[in-house]
């Protein structure tokens, strides 16, 4: 072969390598949804019948729970905004970045909960059945009249979307975890068939097992709250910091046909629970249905008193400062073991856990996403529910303005 002809032919193949495209793509190059029809590293074809690799093509992004919220991550500043009444210092600011996450609409309904005991009571054992029950005796009270919640709260059709309450951080985590398995079941196989005929079997390669629902962990419960995401176009560097989970220092609408309405449900000071009788009032005594009150900018309600909730978070004075500034969390004792604590007479321990948002029996001071309690686990109040979260999958940003 001649020099001449040789030349030639380089020049050709270069310009295929130029102009192909080894993904198969037409255009662009692959992405995790669009992948190609071959490897761009390998050069062998996805799904072939001789026995290449298996893609799931029909992927068209993450699955959407149930009553979940995208919440898009973002840098934030955590911590409390206000002075620390209770000079406990454990609440001071920090810059960190929370990425995105989902997490419920709503506070766990007794409606939700009794779901789970159905089946709970239908699929397991009694012992299982007894321990997953909540506590309705939190309302007792030897100097108060509340029977009537302690007989009706829980299980009366008539407080069916109030939140439910009298349920420990543990007993938290293990309707999470059934909720997982029930939603996941139901994602893959809808009723009673696989959703991908072609490949039914649902693994997460398929893209069809969600991700655990959990307790959110403390920093993403405040970023939620806070939804500093309506200030962006004031303020991109967000230097005034939300107060509560709404614009402004008031407890009630400042504008519009709504004005003079109160924003959550709280205690106003002693003995006033919920005001004078007529339109003053917050419509609530006690608890109030989960979807009360105006939602905030990330379309979530009741951030803000009605319950607390619990988050995944082991208590300990310090956590910002000694947690990742890249989502923190405190799930141990890592870096501040109990043992440093008197153990005659603090409460700190591993078994105490955070929660947070104020509720029905609060002052405005607890609503203020910033501050932050601690209970043990196993223990219960009529004054602190929950709600889930589920970590996002792949891209942090939004695929439609839907989710």
């Given at each position: 072969m001649s020099t001449k002809l040789r030349l030639i032919l380089g020049m050709l193949s270069c310009v295929v390598?130029?102009?192909?495209?080894?993904?198969?793509?037409?255009?662009?190059?692959?992405n995790s949804l669009k992948v190609g029809k071959k490897s761009?590293?390998?050069?062998?074809?996805?799904?072939?019948?001789?026995?290449?690799?298996?893609?799931?093509?029909?992927?068209?992004g993450p699955i959407v729970g149930p009553n979940l919220v995208f919440i898009e991550g973002g840098r934030v500043t955590l911590g409390g905004g206000e002075e620390d009444v209770m000079k406990r210092n454990d609440n001071?600011?920090?810059?960190?970045?929370?990425?995105?996450?989902?997490?419920?609409?709503?506070?766990i309904s007794n409606l939700h909960y009794l779901e789970y005991l159905d089946a709970i009571k239908r699929d397991?054992?009694?012992?299982?059945?007894?321990?997953?029950?909540?506590?309705?005796?939190?309302?007792?009270?030897?100097?108060?009249?509340?029977?009537?919640?302690?007989?009706?709260?829980?299980?009366?059709?008539?407080f069916r979307m109030y939140p439910v309450v009298g349920v420990s951080w543990k007993q938290a985590n293990d309707y999470a975890a059934w909720r997982t398995a029930v939603v996941n079941k139901n994602v893959a196989f809808p009723k009673g068939k696989p959703r991908n005929r072609k490949n039914p079997v649902a693994n997460m390669e398929s893209g069809l097992i969600l991700p655990e629902y959990r307790l959110p962990t403390e920093a993403e419960w405040e970023y939620a709250a806070k939804a500093m995401i309506g200030t962006q176009?004031?303020?991109?560097?967000?230097?005034?910091?939300?107060?509560?989970?709404?614009?402004?220092p008031s407890m009630r609408q400042p504008f519009g046909r709504t004005r003079g309405q109160m924003l959550a449900n709280y205690k106003r000071g002693r003995g006033d629970y919920s005001g004078l009788a007529g339109r003053s009032n917050d419509g609530a005594m006690?608890?109030?249905?989960?979807?009360?009150?105006?939602?905030?900018?990330?379309?979530?309600?009741?951030?803000?008193?009605?319950?607390?909730?619990?988050?995944?978070?082991?208590?300990?004075?310090?956590?910002l400062d000694d947690a990742n500034d890249l989502n923190p969390a405190r799930r141990s004792e890592a870096q501040d073991p109990a043992k440093l604590y008197d153990k005659g007479n603090s409460l700190i321990n591993d078994n105490a856990k955070v929660y947070k948002g104020g509720s029905w029996a609060d002052g405005p001071y607890w609503l203020s996403p910033g501050t932050r309690r601690y209970l043990d686990k196993n223990e219960s109040s009529s004054t602190i529910g929950f709600r889930c979260a589920m970590d996002?999958?792949?891209s942090s940003r939004p695929k439609s303005p839907k989710e």
């Open positions: 390598l130029l102009t192909s495209c080894p993904s198969g793509l037409k255009n662009g190059n692959p761009t590293v390998t050069g062998l074809a996805y799904n072939s019948k001789k026995g290449g690799f298996q893609v799931n093509k029909s992927y068209k001071r600011q920090r810059t960190v970045t929370i990425q995105s996450f989902y997490m419920d609409e709503t506070e397991s054992t009694l012992n299982a059945y007894t321990a997953a029950l909540p506590d309705t005796t939190v309302w007792l009270d030897e100097l108060a009249f509340n029977d009537p919640y302690v007989t009706h709260y829980f299980r009366h059709p008539g176009q004031e303020d991109e560097n967000q230097e005034n910091q939300r107060i509560y989970p709404w614009d402004g006690i608890t109030a249905e989960v979807y009360s009150y105006p939602a905030n900018d990330f379309g979530l309600y009741n951030m803000a008193g009605n319950v607390n909730e619990w988050t995944m978070d082991t208590y300990r004075p310090l956590t996002r999958v792949g």
